[in-house]
C-alpha cells in the first residue's frame, strides 16, 4: 500500500506525473527501461494498493480504478545531447515558467516551491529545439544511502520534456514516460538536465529529456508521451 503526499503533486489537487511513474517503476523492481502509463490523474492522500499480474504492476485505488501501471519499456529515439555549461545558464535564464506557468506548485517545476520542498528544476530554451538548466540534488529529497530515490529521480526526468513542447502555450499532463536511472543521483550534487520536442501530434507531444552530471556522463534519460488538457479540468 502507498500514499502519495500532497507534497509531491503536479497540477494542484493531483500527482506530479513523474513523481507517480517513479513509484510505478520502484515496484515494477527492473534495472532495465520501464513504461509507466498513468490511466487517471493520481489522486493524492488517499491509500493506493499494488497489483502484480500478466508482467505488469499496476496501482489501484481503493474502489480498483486503476491510476496507472508500469510493464517492460524499451527506448526508441536517440538520447538529447549533454548541454554545455552557456547552455545550462541560458536556459535558466530564459525559463518561460518564471512569467507563466499553468502548474506553479509542480513539486518538479514549479516557481512557488521553495529549495527542499519542491525540486526547482528550470528549464528554457538554448536552440536547436533544446531546453537546458541546472538540476541541484537537495538533501532533502536524500534516501539513507545519500542518494535521490527513484520517485524523486523520474520526477526530474519528467518537466523538462513538458517545457520542451512549451507548457506555457500548451496546459498539458503527463500520459505516458519511459524511462531508466542509470547512476543513482546523488545528495548535494548538481546536473546538467536537456529536453527536446521529438513530435506533434494532435493533442498528443512526444519528447525526450536526460541528465547529465558534470563530467558529461549520462546519468538518467526518458520519452515521454504528454497529452494537452483543458486548464478548466485542473483549475
Known sequence: MVTISAQFNGPDGSGNGGYVSGLLARAHATDRPVTATLRVPPPLGAPLTWEHADGLTRLLTHGGTVVGEATDGAFVRDV?????????EAGLAAYPGFHH?????????????????????????????LVAGPFHAHEAFAEPDGTLGLPVAWAALDCPGGWAADFSQHVMVLGRMTAQVLEPLVAGRSYASAGRLA??????????????DDAGTLVGRAEQVWIEVDPARFA
Open 101 to 129: 506557468h499553468p502548474f506553479d506548485r509542480c513539486f518538479t517545476c514549479g516557481t512557488q516551491r521553495g529549495e527542499g520542498d519542491g525540486l526547482r528544476l528550470f528549464t528554457g530554451p538554448v536552440g536547436d529545439g
Open 199 to 212: 513530435e506533434r501530434s494532435g493533442r498528443k507531444f512526444l519528447t525526450d529529456t536526460a541528465l547529465y
Open 80 to 88: 538529447p545531447p549533454a548541454p554545455t555549461g552557456e547552455q545550462v
